[in-house]
């Protein structure tokens, strides 16, 4: 029996190229499998067009599941939930959406994707737990996009971990009200 855990509290998205090959991680809160069996079922009409929709999740006291959905065994959905235990959340559904980009990856890079796809979520919502951060608002269309406010006195820290964890992949401005990270 799990006491105290972590998850996210929204939706994220994150989009990375390999090779030619796009991959879309998504995450979710959830709170069952039920809720995890709508969403994968939602998504993969979404994406009919995708070669993959491969999955995992971890829900308190309920079942770790996981799917490759046609890439060879191990380089998929085990990645996601390897990426998912890394950062020990729970009531997390992520799925990585492939669109083949016409070269073959490899099974050490095609896990390595997947793994990526699901770890760089992971990751930014991990520096916002960790910081006084409050996240105003959010948008992941076409890529993510967060309006959040950071003390005065942290912003130059929390900049830098972010600058490091994608480096320096990200844009911040300031308004009047806060910082817009994407």
């Known amino acids: 029996m799990v ?17 030619g090959s796009l991959f879309i991680g998504i995450a979710f809160p959830v709170h069952n499998v039920q809720e995890c069996d709508e969403i994968l079922a939602q998504h993969r009409k979404e994406f009919y067009d995708a070669t ?4 995992a999740y971890r829900v308190i006291n309920g079942p770790v599941k996981y799917s490759d959905d046609g890439e060879p065994t191990g380089t998929a959905g085990v990645r996601l939930l390897n990426a998912i235990e890394h ?14 980009g016409g070269t073959k990856l490899g099974v050490g890079p095609l896990g390595k994707a997947y793994y990526d796809s699901a770890k ?3 990751q930014v ?3 916002f737990s960790l910081r006084p951060v409050k996240i105003i608002g959010s948008d992941f269309n076409p890529s993510p996009v ?13 900049e830098n971990e972010l600058r490091e964890l994608l480096n320096g992949k990200f844009t911040i401005t300031f308004d009047k009200k806060g910082m817009v990270y994407s």
Do not use: D
């Open 3 to 19: 006491n105290s855990f972590f998850t996210i509290s929204e939706k994220a998205e994150f989009r990375i190229k390999e090779k």
């Open 120 to 122: 760089n979520i992971s």
């Open 52 to 55: 993959h929709v491969c999955y």
């Open 146 to 158: 967060f309006k959040i406010q950071v003390p005065y006195t942290e912003a130059a820290n929390f």
């Open 87 to 100: 950062y020990n959340y729970f009531n997390i559904l992520v799925l990585s959406i492939r669109y083949f």
């Open 125 to 127: 919502y991990r520096i």
